[in-house]
């Protein structure tokens, strides 16, 4: 058993602390009523292809067939091709439906890993003066209590990376609402300050 250095511990713990009390200066607080968004794209930040929420209660996920063609870095990512995606409606009739979930789930804290590579994704996928879909930026606040550690870190935490901090459901790469339920997952731990499971990567 590998035994965790004391100074490890400590900075863990405050790692979990200022995680939380960033989330709760967003209103997000344990038991609020939270929403979470993951989507797949023609590529980055592209169209927006796949995607899902959770909202209290239910979780919901629409494909969206893409006007150009899907990028090779992101086909290689989640395997979807315009051949797949020839069925299903444009973005701008799925947008919508969006739209009328989050509202029928009442007052919702919406969040997303990189909240603004979804709200470009979806902005992509949209007439000029749609309203937009503007979620809280969990990579950002991880992103910024990081580097309120350690000021020298050159880098932003992955989703699957937050793995190394608190335990997360395996993601599949070609599945929007597997992001969505690790994300899920990862708030929920850090509101909760729970103990870190392993020593995260080095920077």
């Known amino acids: 058993m590998i035994e965790i250095p004391k100074n490890f511990e400590d900075q863990a713990a405050q790692r979990m602390t200022l995680y939380a009390d960033a989330l709760h200066t967003h209103g997000v607080l344990p038991g609020a009523p939270l929403a979470f968004v993951g989507v797949l794209t023609t590529g980055l930040p592209g169209e927006v292809i796949e995607l899902a929420l959770i909202t209290p209660g239910a979780e919901h996920v629409w494909r969206a067939q893409p006007l150009g063609p899907i990028e090779g870095g992101a086909y290689r990512r989640h395997g ?8 299903e409606p444009p973005f701008t009739q799925v947008y919508p439906q ?3 979930v989050l509202q029928s789930a009442g007052p919702v804290t919406l969040i997303a890993w990189t909240g603004r590579f979804i709200t470009a994704a979806v902005a992509a996928s949209l007439p000029p003066g749609t309203p937009p879909l503007t979620p809280l930026d969990l990579q950002a606040i991880v ?8 000021p020298y870190a050159r880098y932003l935490p992955s989703l699957p990376g937050m793995g190394y901090t608190v335990e997360t459901p395996q993601i599949d790469p070609a599945s929007a609402l597997s992001h969505a339920r ?3 997952a990862v708030t929920a731990a850090l509101l909760e300050r729970r103990s870190p499971r392993t020593i995260p990567p080095r920077w």
Request: net charge negative; glycine share 0%; charged share 25%.
């Open 80 to 87: 979807l091709t315009t051949l797949d995606l020839a069925s």
């Open 98 to 100: 969006v739209l009328e």
């Open 143 to 150: 992103d910024e209590q990081d580097r309120t550690l350690n």
């Open 182 to 184: 690790a994300l899920q």
